[in-house]
């Protein structure tokens, strides 16, 4: 059964602090693993695209790594902003399909 | 800046109404369009796949009747929810592909809430 989880699910850190989001798959065949942040309210903005032949990837503060052989991810945040506070979802293409984990709900607090 | 548009971002209707979402790609033509519903504190859930040209792909459990899909261009898909209950109460988002390639990107609305009275 094609499934993502995400750990945790939820996580409150000080700002200015580091932190890292993981989640698993079960997603085969597997094309791509997106990691999508998501303001309350609002819908899911692009942070990164991995493929199979990527291991890391960044954008800014984030950076997203990809282990395709045990079918694991992990978002990283680096200096935590009080912006950064938002649900935080991992999504698996295969072909046109899209499977989305539960997400990780991140709190920053000054 | 956005590059797809969902209109409204909000709506209150009465029971027994239906309601039309909109979805726009902004400055790309989308040939797959995605709907989705989302409750609180939980992911999204995929409600059905429009296709521009054709029948939408419904997931299981999802009315076809209830929640009428319509991608009539390459820019343009709608979701209407028909004579609507307080438990379709929901926040409604949209996806579309940018591209054919399974790697394309896929942006997102900034989703509607719908409130039934």
């Known amino acids: 059964k094609n499934q993502v989880e995400q750990s945790p699910q939820s996580l409150i850190i000080l700002e200015g602090k580091n932190c890292t989001l993981q989640?698993?798959?079960?997603?085969?065949?597997?094309?791509?693993l997106r990691w999508y942040k998501q303001d309350t309210g609002r819908g899911p903005v692009s942070l990164t695209i991995?493929?199979?032949?990527?291991n890391t990837k960044s954008n800014g503060r984030y950076t997203a790594t990809l282990d395709a052989d045990t079918k694991q991810s992990s978002l990283h945040i680096t200096a935590s902003q009080l912006s950064d506070s938002a649900s935080y979802i991992c999504?698996?293409?295969?072909?046109?399909?899209?499977?989305f984990g539960t997400g990780t709900s991140l709190t920053v607090i000054p | 800046g956005a590059v797809v548009s969902q209109h409204p971002s909000w709506v209150i209707c009465k029971s027994g109404t239906s309601v039309k979402i909109e979805c726009r790609s902004l400055?790309?033509?989308?040939?797959?369009m995605f709907w989705y519903r989302q409750f609180p504190k939980q992911s999204l859930m995929l409600m059905a796949t429009?296709?521009?040209?054709?029948?939408?792909?419904?997931e299981q459990g999802v009315e076809k009747d209830k929640f009428l899909i319509n991608h009539a261009s390459l820019t343009l898909s709608t979701l209407t929810v028909t004579s609507a209950h307080p438990e379709d109460s929901s926040f409604y988002i949209c996806?579309?592909?940018?591209?054919?390639?399974?790697?394309?990107?896929?942006?997102f609305g900034n989703g509607t809430r719908l409130t039934v009275t």
């Open positions: 400055d790309f033509q989308a040939t797959t």
């Open positions: 991995m493929t199979f032949s990527e």
């Open positions: 999504v698996v293409g295969t072909g046109n399909q899209f499977y």
């Open positions: 996806s579309a592909k940018r591209g054919q390639g399974f790697n394309s990107p896929l942006h």
């Open positions: 429009s296709n521009e040209g054709s029948k939408a792909t419904y």
């Open positions: 989640c698993n798959y079960t997603v085969s065949p597997f094309s791509n």
